[in-house]
């Protein structure tokens, strides 16, 4: 699978520690965040994994801020993104199961190294269900239908 990750420079040492957790599980990283620790802003990076993710050039995204909360805020401004911010591997489990969500994020703040890899585990470990929560992803589709049509 090919993961794009994103980060800003509150997030560049934790990006570097999931990319070889990532790549250690056999999976290919789209490297689209910051390289170093200069102050950077967290939507450049949010938006490049939303769009690689959308694209296709990834098959989902990883984002890592201060929180995970902003870079995702920026992420789901891109139709087609279901990104969720996650403390803990059960809700990210769950995300992609229920919610079919395509960006993983996470605070580099929020959480150490060893949870954040085991948060990446759950969701990418995850198969979303379909059944009946089809429905209320096809609801959000919707949303953003909306949105298009009236020039938004």
Not at 39 to 45: E, G, H, K, N, S
Not at 52 to 74: F, H, K, N, R, Y
Not at 89 to 103: D, E, G, R, V
Not at 111 to 134: C, F, N, P, Q
Request: proline share 1%; glycine share 10%; with cysteine.
């Amino acid at each position: 699978m090919k993961i794009a990750i994103g980060n800003d420079h509150v997030a560049y040492s934790l990006k570097l520690e999931i990319m070889e957790h990532i790549r250690g599980l056999g999976h290919e990283v789209i490297d689209f965040g910051h390289h170093n620790e200069q102050r950077t802003d967290y939507p450049l990076y949010g938006e490049a994994v939303a769009r690689a993710v959308v694209q296709q050039e990834a098959d989902c995204g990883i984002l890592i801020c201060g929180t995970g909360v902003g870079i995702s805020i920026a992420a789901n401004k891109v139709n087609g993104i279901r990104a969720v911010v996650c403390s803990e591997p059960y809700s990210a489990m769950l995300s992609k199961q229920h919610n079919n969500t395509n960006i993983l994020a996470f605070g580099a703040r929020v959480v150490g190294s060893e949870l954040a890899k085991m948060i990446t585990d759950a969701w990418l470990g995850a198969e979303y269900e379909a059944g009946r929560h089809a429905a209320r992803v096809e609801m959000i589709k919707g949303i953003e239908a909306k949105q298009h049509e009236c020039g938004m």
